[in-house]
């Protein structure tokens, strides 16, 4: 029993350093840390406000040691590695899958819950047909938080190693230029592969008004001896969801389009 509730008080610290980490990462904003304050000035206990306050502090000035933490009681908790933060889903490698876990399906009634498992199930299956092997397959499930005992949506997919390959900057149509330019010098087809991309881009949003999600960092894996693309972040961005940053893309999609063309 007493190493019971010991886990339990845990998973309690994990989750919330989770959510804290997920709104002071690069995929946050300035609107989901003032959600996650006022969440945390509404915890009932006084005693529970003060501690979730000192995590959230504690990760937003030191957002490294707080990565390992948090990495460390993933492992003790849930026997997990700790991969990072998308702006909806918080990732872990489990062997040789990697984990999405999507944070705020926590609150959400059942029948919600089922409907964004089946939506998302949709709409990453109607990108996999727009662009084949450049985009990581995934499924779609309920599932048991891996810090708690209520249910969630969570995503699966193969853990794909490799370098990364940032294209443009978040939130801005700015082109890597340098990395583009050093892939398309180790590998002569680069070019080529970042053309179809590209061209991906503008079809998926022509035949269902989705984007692949290439706003962000690290969503890329180069694999392979030839370095062969791989979109990791798997889940599209849909136009009616998400309009700003679905607009977002298709003008980073522009940039990139031009930058290609003029190399």
């Not at 026997?79 to 984990?99: C, E, I, R």
């Not at 990395?179 to 179809?196: F, H, M, N, T």
């Not at 309009?243 to 999609?253: G, K, N, R, T, Y």
Request: glycine content about 8%; some cysteine.
């Amino acid at each position: 029993m007493v190493k019971y509730k010991y886990m339990n008080k845990l998973a309690e610290v994990a989750r919330s350093m989770e959510l804290s980490l997920a709104v002071h990462s690069p995929s946050g904003s300035e609107s989901l840390i003032d959600d996650r304050r006022r969440q945390l000035a509404a915890l009932p206990s006084i005693v529970e406000r003060h501690v979730a306050m000192g995590i959230d502090g504690f990760v937003q000035g030191h957002p490294r040691p707080a990565k390992m933490a948090l990495n460390g009681l993933a492992k003790a908790i849930a026997g997990l590695t700790y991969v990072g933060n998308g702006a909806m889903s918080s990732v872990y490698k489990d062997h040789g899958s990697v984990l999405k876990v999507y944070r705020h399906t926590a609150t959400m009634e059942d029948r919600q819950r089922e409907k964004f498992m089946h939506e998302r199930d949709d709409m990453s299956r109607d990108l996999k047909g727009v662009m084949g092997v450049m985009v990581a397959g995934q499924t779609f499930g309920i599932e048991t938080h891996p810090f708690g005992t209520y249910p969630v949506v969570v995503a699966r997919q193969p853990y794909i190693s490799g370098g990364s390959l940032d294209l443009v900057a978040s939130n801005t149509t700015y082109v890597n230029k340098r990395e583009i330019e050093a892939y398309c010098e180790r590998q002569p087809e680069g070019l080529d592969r970042l053309k179809k991309l590209v061209g991906y881009i503008f079809e998926a949003d022509d035949e269902s008004g989705l984007v692949p999600d290439i706003n962000g960092v690290d969503n890329f894996r180069l694999t392979g001896e030839a370095e062969d693309i791989v979109l990791i972040d798997a889940e599209p961005i849909s136009a009616q969801e998400h309009p700003a940053v679905h607009d977002m893309i298709l003008h980073q999609a522009d940039a990139l389009d031009w930058f290609l063309r003029v190399a």
